[in-house]
C-alpha cells in the first residue's frame, strides 16, 4: 500500500513524504521517501548509536516512525504497540508501549534490517521488522509518521490528531495498514 503523510496543522510544508508498506504475516516492510524543497541540511546527531536500545531522544532529530499495533478487534485501543523510528544515519530506535506517554519498555527481542540513502535533497528509509513477541493479536494497525527541522519542527503523519499539537500516541487513530 502507498500514502502520504500530511503536515500536522497546515498544507504548507518544505518536506513531501511518501510511505509504502507490505504486511506478510508479522513481518511489516515499510519504505519511507522524504524530499525536501529547501532548507538546512538534514538534523542529524552522529552521537547516536546503531544499537536501537540506546538511542532515547533520537526524536529530537529528524526521524520517520512506524507505530504498529495487533489488535483483537477494532475497538481494541488498549492493545501495546510498536513504536521504531530511523534516522537519516540509519540510526534506529524503538519502545513497546503498553500506556501512551506513561508505560514503555524496550523490545526484548527486535528483529530489523534498515537501509538508508541519503543526498542533500531526497532521504530513503527502508525498514524491515517482524513485530516481536510483545505485540499481539490479528489484526494489524498502525500510523506512520515524521518530524523533521531544526528551529521550527515540522509534524507528518497518515492520521493527524485533531488537536493543535501533534499527538502520535493516539492508538485510536491508528489505521489498518493490511
Known sequence: MQAYLKKHGTDFSDHRIKVDWQVTGRVVVIEFVVQKRIGPPWQTDEVFDFDWSKNWGLWNKDVVEAFLQLKKNEEDTKAPYLEIQLSPLNQPFALIVTEPRKKFFSPKNLIY???????DKIWTAKLEVTLPDEVSGEHLYGGFFACLG?????????????????????????????
Open 113 to 119: 534490517k534498515s537501509e538508508v540513502t541519503l543526498t
Open 150 to 178: 531544526a528551529s521550527t519542527r515540522e509534524y507528518y503523519a497518515l492520521n493527524s490528531n485533531p488537536e493543535t499539537n501533534p499527538d502520535f500516541h493516539r492508538p485510536d487513530l491508528f489505521l489498518s495498514l493490511v
